[in-house]
């Protein structure tokens, strides 16, 4: 694998996350029911290379209601592909065996608390991106897909 490529998909998705992590926040007024946790989740998955050679994928799991606290036992699938946690709330898997092409299919699975989130997409054509919103977690829960030539 071109160790450039893999720098420049690594950087992006280095800066998402820590950026996804560093404003994620929780408002006293967001606490609906105590047993159970909504998670806001933040994912991306990019793939790179043309040919495409590489897809990497980051998601990471916070509960609003706990002060923002990271989740560190969701179960996290990317295409029924398991992403390791990295014991910060934060799920990570780089593919170099079978990226995603465009027009492949993008499927997200989380599950916190035996309740499953979840969105499913294609990969963008080359050069572009798209945005979804993870119906039943936390508002501002999304999925970012991008193909990156």
Known sequence: MNNRLHSLVNLPLAGFLMLALSITGCNQNDKDDPTTRQPLITAIIISG????????????????????????????????????????????????????AAGGIVALSVNVDGEDYGVSSVMPEDGHDSYLEIPSAYAGSSLHIANNP
Not at 64 to 75: E, F, H, R, T, Y
């Open 49 to 100: 290379g043309n040919p495409v050679e590489i897809t990497t994928f980051g998601v990471t799991v916070m509960d609003p209601a706990n002060s923002g606290q990271p989740i560190l036992d969701a179960v996290v699938k990317v295409n029924a592909l398991n992403l390791a946690g990295t014991g910060d709330g934060t799920y990570t898997y780089v593919d170099t065996d079978t990226p995603i």
